[in-house]
């Protein structure tokens, strides 16, 4: 059974950074594709960015240039580095750790962008 975790929501002004980091264990496999989503308050939840184990990469192209997501040293870990955020930015974040045709997820963690 695959656990994911994810932490590093919070509170920002608009203009400001926070990074999400996100783990999965429960697995000696390497999740190929490790991504980032979120959803706002009655709105679907939505991709935000997603990286393969090779570093192929896509956004959304709200966040374009704006937040970069990236692999950790260790095993199927994953990180979101969010930038020159935006009060349209407010979601709960969730990290997708999708494996053998079983989608895994974390709880979710709040990001809110508010002066």
């Known amino acids: 059974q695959v656990q994911v975790v994810e932490s590093g929501g919070g509170l920002v002004q608009p203009g400001g950074s926070l990074r999400l980091s996100c783990a999965a264990s429960?697995?000696?496999?390497?999740?190929?594709?490790m991504g980032w989503y979120r959803q706002a308050p009655g709105k679907q939840r939505e991709l935000v960015a997603a990286?393969?184990?090779?570093?192929?990469?896509n956004y959304a192209d709200s966040v374009k240039g704006r937040f970069t997501i990236s692999r950790g040293n260790a095993k199927n870990t994953v990180y979101l580095q969010m930038n020159s955020l935006k009060p349209e930015d407010t979601a709960v974040y969730y990290c997708?750790?999708?494996?053998?045709?079983?989608?895994?997820w974390g709880q979710g963690t709040q990001v809110t962008v508010s002066s």
């Open positions: 997708n750790a999708p494996l053998m045709g079983v989608d895994y």
């Open positions: 429960g697995t000696m496999l390497t999740i190929n594709r």
């Open positions: 990286i393969t184990s090779g570093g192929t990469t």
